[in-house]
């Protein structure tokens, strides 16, 4: 495979695997034998939210997540292609950032989805 | 009186109010963000009291895929083919919200083990029109519509998607949607001309899971279609505004001859009422439920109301509020002035009855179905994979479960049965999730009398 990548699964015994750079990550590791949970298939769910421990991921169809489980380094597997080597927390496990109740922890403005986000005054 | 005709269900509101009494439920379990990397099922539920195995999950029907998050379901045949005798109530159409899949499950040919029969890809449904997250499926009929609530994409508003008896995808059912921004629940009064739909979000904002801020986004619903039911065309449009923000579940009157309907708005928490005034249509809202302040948490909590039904003899409104953990019954009688008759607590985050009758209750009341003459009310726990996991992150190692009220139909009341309680905490792959219930004979949110 012409510049395969390597993905580690952390929380699955440091598991790596070589992948296509090309291809989403949810395809390439279910290929190789890994039981990931998923849902939508398009990046409108976070059923298969995943976290991006080191390295870099291209998700631009990842239009679930809001910008503060971006920043907590969540990633949509079933969107995501690698970019450089990752190394990754999946599954449920990952999800100990992912879900917020909104009454006891509302989100900022700049935590928002990207296309309704807006930044602090501050720093405007 | 004997039924003389042939075809499914029942002729008349009050024929339905005499059916036996169920014995099997169907209820859908999900995996879908549990952890458990198991495909979501169909649950029958034994319930006759005089059984071995009562209030039991007696068979398990998994879907053949993983990730679907079955959520809603209906009958291919329901009163309003009665008097077709081509026709059968025979197969449950059960869909993915995540997935878009169809599936139809066989539940005639042996009822206690209903069996798959078929099912349309999602991806067939977005490739013939361009719709996805299927939610309520109604029969017309013999023609089948589901309400589809995002396009391909997942963004609003989706549509509605047609099948034939066969389920052959007929394509969009609808020639006009007006200005409508989204979709979820519907319901028709034919004598009317009428149908009504309602408006939750786009599958990109809620499958994710609910962020308050979006609402102020008009990211979520706050509006009611009124649609000329012939020409399929949305006619009138009602602006629930802050009374009606992400108005759920609609439900008319049963009598084919009444106007009256009810929607509630999930996070208003309201209850609103509709009616036809001398060729006009009107609204108002007729049940506010105020909002609870929770002592560690900055913003008040909102019952969240995800759920209305009405009895099959419209007496009765019954909601949850699955963040308060309360159901209510409310005498409609007098439509414009419901009287609050009984109400009981499970679960809920306000801590009032974590415990009911020595069970551990994780979520709060979320789905419910009535029995037909109106005694039984069965009632779920679990609302939405990423919902529940954001308001109820327990349930991800105790499951959901279901438990039973008996409500007084004469003078109204409500208790929890002290012997029926299916936990779904126990299942044999782990802790599963329920949600929808339907009854083999129709039920009082399946059927529509034409």
């Avoid at chain 1, 990633?75 to 927390?89: F, G, H, I, M, Q």
Wanted: glycine share 10%; hydrophobic share 35%.
């Amino acid at each position: 495979m012409t510049g395969a990548v390597t993905i580690t699964i952390a929380n699955r015994g440091g598991a790596s695997f070589l992948v296509d750079p090309k291809k989403p990550l949810l395809a390439s590791l279910e290929a190789q034998g890994v039981s990931l949970p998923y849902g939508c298939k398009y990046g409108g769910c976070i059923t298969c939210a995943a976290k991006l421990l080191h390295g870099e991921i291209d998700q631009q169809a990842a239009v679930a997540l809001n910008n503060k489980q971006l920043r907590d380094g969540y990633v949509l597997l079933c969107v995501a292609r690698p970019k450089s080597d990752c190394t990754l927390d999946v599954g449920v496990d990952s999800h100990d950032k992912l879900y917020r109740n909104p009454f006891a922890e509302p989100l900022k403005q700049d935590e928002l989805k990207a296309d309704i986000a807006t930044q602090p005054e501050e720093t405007r | 009186m004997p039924d003389e005709c042939c075809g499914p269900g029942y002729a008349s509101p009050a024929a339905a109010m005499q059916a036996p009494r169920e014995k099997l439920l169907y209820t859908i379990a999900i995996y879908v963000g549990t952890g458990i990397e198991k495909p979501d099922y169909l649950a029958t539920i034994d319930a006759d009291p005089d059984s071995a195995t009562y209030s039991k999950v007696i068979s398990r029907l998994e879907m053949p895929g993983i990730g679907d998050e079955l959520h809603h379901m209906g009958w291919n045949a329901c009163s309003s083919c009665h008097d077709d005798a081509e026709m059968e109530r025979k197969f449950l159409i059960v869909p993915g919200v995540r997935s878009s899949n169809l599936h139809i499950v066989d539940c005639a040919t042996d009822p206690r083990n209903p069996k798959l029969h078929k099912i349309i890809d999602g991806a067939e449904i977005k490739a013939a029109t361009n719709l996805s997250a299927p939610h309520t499926v109604h029969c017309l009929r013999s023609d089948i519509i589901i309400s589809m609530l995002g396009d391909a994409q997942g963004n609003p508003p989706g549509g509605f998607l047609h099948l034939d008896k066969d389920f052959n995808i007929l394509g969009r059912w609808e020639n006009d949607l007006g200005g409508m921004k989204f979709n979820y629940d519907f319901w028709y009064q034919p004598r009317h001309n009428v149908m009504v739909s309602s408006e939750w979000a786009g599958p990109n904002t809620f499958m994710p899971g609910f962020d308050l801020e979006e609402v102020g986004h008009l990211k979520y619903g706050r509006e009611l279609h009124f649609w000329d039911f012939e020409k399929k065309a949305v006619k009138e449009t009602f602006y629930l505004g802050e009374d009606g923000l992400v108005p759920l579940e609609v439900r008319f009157h049963h009598d084919p001859d009444s106007s009256h309907g009810f929607v509630g708005a999930a996070l208003s928490s309201n209850i609103i009422h509709w009616w036809k005034d001398d060729g006009d249509w009107k609204w108002e809202k007729v049940i506010d439920v105020s909002n609870e302040k929770h002592p560690e948490w900055p913003i008040p909590l909102p019952g969240m109301i995800t759920v209305i039904l009405l009895s099959m003899d419209d007496k009765y409104l019954y909601f949850c509020n699955w963040l308060h953990g309360d159901i209510r019954q409310y005498d409609i009688s007098d439509p414009h002035n419901p009287v609050l008759t009984g109400q009981v607590w499970m679960g809920g985050l306000l801590g009032k009855a974590p415990l009911v009758n020595g069970h551990k209750i994780t979520g709060g009341p979320q789905m419910i179905q009535l029995s037909l003459d109106g005694k039984r009310l069965y009632v779920t726990t679990s609302l939405f994979s990423t919902w529940d996991n954001q308001f109820y992150p327990e349930i991800r190692e105790n499951g959901g479960c279901m438990v039973m009220v008996n409500c007084d139909t004469e003078n109204g009341g409500m208790d929890i049965d002290e012997d029926f309680f299916v936990d779904f905490g126990k299942e044999p792959n782990g802790p599963s999730r329920c949600h929808e219930t339907r009854y083999p004979g129709g039920d009082c949110t399946s059927d529509i009398f034409l």
